[in-house]
Nanobody, 116 residues
Framework: VHLVESGGGLVQPGGSLRLSCAASGFTFSSLAMSWYRQTPGNERESVASISGGGGMTNYKDSVKGRFTVSRDNVKSAMYLQMNNLKPEDTAVYFC??????????WGQGTQVTVSS
C-alpha cells in the first residue's frame, strides 16, 4: 500500500486549497478512505472520510460546509477541497486507509499553513 499526498501550501485566511492523495497497492474502490490532520504536540485527528463508492461522507464538525471530500476510483485518487480556510486549519494533512486485514496505512503528509 502506498499513499502520496500533494497540494498543500501557504494560503491566506479565507482562501482555498485542494489536496490530493494518490493511492496504489490495493483495490482502491473497495475501501473507505480518510483525511486526518495533525499539529505539533497534538494527536492526529480525523477530518473527513468517504466510502469506497463515494456515496457516503463524514466530516469533523469544524470543517462541515467548508471542506469537501471526493474520490476518483478510476484514477485511484482522493481529494479534499478546502474553502474558507482558517488559521486553525493549519496542520499536516494525511490520507489514510484501513485494509480488509485491519492494517492502517498513512501517506507522508502535506503541510497546510493558513496565515496572512
Amino acid at each position: 500500500v502506498h499513499l502520496v499526498e500533494s497540494g498543500g501550501g501557504l494560503v491566506q485566511p479565507g482562501g482555498s486549497l485542494r489536496l490530493s492523495c494518490a493511492a496504489s497497492g490495493f483495490t482502491f474502490s473497495s475501501l473507505a478512505m480518510s483525511w486526518y490532520r495533525q499539529t505539533p504536540g497534538n494527536e492526529r485527528e480525523s477530518v473527513a472520510s468517504i466510502s469506497g463508492g463515494g456515496g457516503m461522507t463524514n466530516y469533523k464538525d469544524s470543517v462541515k460546509g467548508r471542506f469537501t471530500v471526493s474520490r476518483d476510483n478510476v484514477k485511484s485518487a482522493m481529494y479534499l477541497q478546502m474553502n474558507n480556510l482558517k488559521p486553525e486549519d493549519t496542520a499536516v494533512y494525511f490520507c489514510s486507509v484501513v485494509t480488509f486485514e485491519g492494517s492502517r496505512y498513512w501517506g507522508q503528509g502535506t503541510q497546510v499553513t493558513v496565515s496572512s
